[in-house]
Nanobody
Framework: QVQLVESGGGLVQPGGTLRLSCTAS????????MGWYRQAPGKQRELVAS???????TYTDSVKGRFTISGDNAESTWYLQMNSLKPEDTAVYYC?????????WGRGTQVTVSS
């Protein structure tokens, strides 16, 4: 089993920044890839960013140039640095991690962008 714990969400004004963290514990051998999804009210969950064990990153178009995903393999933690936040970024953000057998999810952290 793998446990994922997110932190770093909150309320921020448009144009502000937040950094989300996700730490994995348990049987964390060969987590690949890892990343973040988000789900806004009334919308489907969408992939925001992912990172492989080799450091290859992908982003959904709406966050390119504003969000950066990074990982710390020694700490089994990955991060989502979110800059220039917009109201449309408001959502619950979920971290995830793949193993060969299945996908694991965190419980989610709320990000609200509002003035």
């Amino acid at each position: 089993q793998v446990q994922l714990v997110e932190s770093g969400g909150g309320l921020v004004q448009p144009g502000g920044t937040l950094r989300l963290s996700c730490t994995a514990s348990g049987n964390i051998f060969r987590l690949n890839p890892m990343g973040w999804y988000r789900q806004a009210p009334g919308k489907q969950r969408e992939l925001v960013a992912s990172i492989t064990s080799r450091g290859t990153t992908t982003y959904t178009d709406s966050v390119k140039g504003r969000f950066t995903i990074s990982g710390d393999n020694a700490e089994s933690t990955w991060y989502l640095q979110m800059n220039s936040l917009k109201p449309e970024d408001t959502a619950v953000y979920y971290c995830y991690a793949h193993t060969v057998a299945r996908v694991y999810w965190g419980r989610g952290t709320q990000v609200t962008v509002s003035s």
